[in-house]
């Protein structure tokens, strides 16, 4: 059985217009999904299909964006504050994994 525990998971509090934006975006990218898999259903040209996983990367790849930004504006910030330097190689290895 798992304690729950203080820390032991990371949170990050988001007003709620950052959380409007946010969902507002994944609606739109579901969308796009599922935009793709009717397309898929319908037999739709490969050319169509593949424009519409590119329309769906590059959201993904903004949204992606528009959170780190908000990381390194704030969680970042607060943790280099803190004296918690640690962040500077957590943040290097997120950069890693977000540009494979």
Do not use: P, W
């Amino acid at each position: 059985m798992k304690k729950n525990c203080e820390g032991c998971t990371r949170s990050k509090h988001r007003t709620e217009e950052e959380q409007k934006d946010l969902k507002r975006r994944l609606k739109i990218i579901a969308g796009q999904i599922n935009g793709i898999e009717q397309m898929v259903e319908n037999d739709r040209y490969c050319d169509d299909i593949l424009l519409q996983i590119s329309s769906a990367t590059n959201a993904l790849k903004s949204l992606g964006n528009k959170i780190l930004k908000s990381h390194m504006q704030t969680c970042v910030v607060e943790d280099i504050a803190n004296g918690k330097l640690e962040v500077i190689d957590d943040v290097i290895d997120l950069f890693g994994k977000l540009n494979k």
